[in-house]
């Protein structure tokens, strides 16, 4: 299963929408980059954001989650709390081919200043914004900037499967903007 190159990519996003919009060169004077690389694609995030509070005392259920549990924020930069957590979206919105896995990681300026984003991979088929997952570990209140880069997505390319994500309707096909946790 190789990892792809920018030809690959460029090509995918210019031909097939693959990527939208698409940033052809790393961007990179001056703010945390994006854009294509040699072997992957530095995803912007978007200037929506839902940070974790508290005020309600309610409790994170997956299979019942309350939106009171967030507070939506939209702005240039958002500050995550000490210990705390919030949600965004990519810039982009991705179409990934049929026998084509992603894999999203958190890009390396945020990780070194104790900002985690997770991301899950980006199943055959799949097609939508990413949700972000961005966790502050450290005890300071930690800077997101919008319109810049958070994470790096590979692209893998194996044999077709059976069966996509697209076929089987999976629950966060085509999500537009942030997405609450479905079950």
């Known amino acids: 299963m190789p990892v792809m ?14 990527i939208d919009p698409f940033v052809e060169t790393q961007k990179r004077d001056g703010v945390i980059s994006y854009g294509l690389s040699s072997y992957g694609y530095d995803a912007r995030c978007a200037d929506a954001f839902k940070v974790f509070t508290n005020v309600d005392a309610a409790i994170v259920d997956p299979k019942d989650f309350d939106p009171k549990s967030f507070v939506d924020r ?11 957590f919030a949600l965004a979206r990519t810039v982009e ?3 990934v081919p049929r026998d084509v896995l992603v894999i999203c990681l958190g890009k390396s300026t945020y990780a070194r200043c104790g900002l985690i984003v997770n991301v899950t991979p980006l ?32 692209f ?10 697209r076929d089987r309707k999976g629950k966060y096909q085509g999500q537009k903007g942030i997405t609450l946790p479905r079950v």
């Open 123 to 154: 199943e055959p088929g799949w097609e939508g914004h990413v949700t972000l997952e961005i966790s502050n570990t450290t005890p300071l209140p930690a800077k997101v900037y919008a319109g810049e880069g958070i994470v790096q997505l590979l």
């Open 156 to 165: 893998l390319e194996g044999p077709r499967p059976e069966v996509t994500y």
């Open 93 to 95: 919105y991705f179409r």
């Open 5 to 18: 190159s920018d030809r690959w990519i460029r090509r995918m996003a210019t031909d097939h929408a693959m």
């Open 74 to 84: 939209k702005t240039d930069v958002c500050i995550i709390p000490p210990n705390s």
